[in-house]
């Protein structure tokens, strides 16, 4: 199998960091955006400042007040308020772990996590991580962090109790349900470790007589391209008959890479997506080539871990070209975030825009359906079978075939 492994690899994924996916980063915001977006009217500042001199007042160690913390704490809880999971703020220390994450190694368990239903639930679990050794599965929802029930914490908060030092423990507890079953609970103690995952990987698959290149995307990284078009442009030097896709546990990434990767599949000028932003103004991103792939047969291959920006690869090859999708119904994250960097080195992210397929399917909260459903049991994980894989291929060979 050729791998393509960054070196640098992006591991804001790695932890379960729950803005990964269809993200932009801003040094700072206009003056009028900051305006029009933050207008004060309605908002009793008042209050916050008879707070501080009540406390201050009353407490029984005045001393020992951290006044930035204070701010950090205030500002923290009312960012929270939004109520939305993926508008967050970050302190200048966490901003610089934010940093960290996507330019190092980072140490932890290996799992993606966002919000669904009103719980923190599992998106992915990366590949050779101590989370997928461990049997965790996209979709499980994480009730417990070493004891402590999720249910009142913040996404954020849930991740930094996750994220740790390599050799050290966290025991998650997690609800676990499949279709015609009841919820199941099972608790895994999971040992830290760190985390490296590829890219991008291929091999060539032989069945019925057909050659059909396997190609896995696992993650839409600043240097996925990159290793995309190693892999593509092998494939296009070996004798092909089509390309199975597989996106599974795919949390996303990237939306530039997303469209660029786009772009190999599909027509130059067609629509990859549609983004809607508070106004309800619309902006169409289109590919641009170099289209090598775009009468390519194919089959897409998805579950619960495909979220966001691997989603909207699904639905741009899905409404353009009508490519068949296998597996189960994605996750759902349709929306873009804006990271903008304070004066301070405090960091902003703030969700601005929804996303919609080229047909005009909403994305978020809803995901992609499947054109042909097959579910992976927990037997098939635990003896190693992938029934979605050899459904995909044999589809692909009556695709070839017609």
Request: aromatic share 8%; net charge negative.
């Amino acid at each position: 199998m050729n791998k393509y492994i960054s070196k640098n690899v992006i591991v804001i994924l790695l932890i379960g960091l729950s803005f990964f996916g269809g993200f932009f980063f801003d040094k700072f915001i206009h003056e009028k955006e900051y305006k029009a977006a933050f207008n004060l009217d309605g908002m009793d500042l008042t209050l916050l400042k008879e707070v501080y001199e009540k406390t201050v007042f009353n407490f029984v160690d005045p001393t020992k007040i951290d006044k930035k913390k204070l701010t950090y704490g205030a500002v923290a809880g009312m960012v929270e308020a939004i109520g939305d999971p993926y508008t967050t703020f970050f302190d200048p220390n966490q901003a610089k772990d934010f940093q960290d994450d996507l330019s190092g190694i980072f140490e932890g368990v290996g799992i993606q996590i966002g919000v669904k239903d009103n719980q923190i639930k599992v998106i992915a679990p990366l590949k050779g991580t101590p989370a997928e050794a461990a049997g965790i599965l996209a979709g499980d929802a994480i009730i417990e962090v070493d004891g402590r029930s999720t249910a009142e914490m913040s996404i954020d908060e849930v991740v930094s109790k996750i994220k740790g030092e390599k050799g050290t423990k966290v025991t998650l507890t997690i609800s676990r349900t499949r279709k015609g079953e009841a919820p199941e609970t099972k608790t895994f103690e999971i040992v830290r470790d760190v985390i490296k995952v590829p890219t991008i990987e291929w091999k060539m698959t032989e069945k019925d007589g057909k050659q059909i290149a396997y190609l896995t995307i696992y993650h839409f990284s600043e240097y996925v391209f990159d290793d995309f078009k190693k892999a593509a442009y092998e494939i296009l030097s070996n004798n092909f008959d089509g390309i199975v896709l597989d996106l599974r546990n795919n949390p996303g990434g990237l939306l530039n890479r997303t469209v660029d990767i786009a772009g190999w599949f599909l027509e130059k000028g067609s629509v990859v997506l549609t983004e809607q932003n508070k106004n309800l103004e619309k902006t169409n991103y289109k590919a641009s080539g170099p289209a090598s792939f775009a009468n390519t047969p194919m089959v897409i291959l998805i579950n619960e871990g495909t979220a966001s920006s691997a989603e909207i690869l699904t639905g741009a090859l899905k409404d353009n070209r009508n490519i068949l999708v296998v597996g189960e119904t994605s996750f759902g994250k349709g929306l873009v975030q804006r990271v903008v960097t304070l004066e301070d080195g405090s960091t902003l992210k703030v969700t601005t825009a929804k996303w919609y397929t080229p047909n005009g399917e909403l994305i978020q909260d809803v995901g992609i359906k499947p054109d042909i459903e097959v579910e992976m049991t927990g037997d098939d994980y635990s003896e190693d079978k992938d029934p979605q894989l050899d459904r995909a291929l044999e589809e692909m060979v009556k695709i070839i075939n017609q």
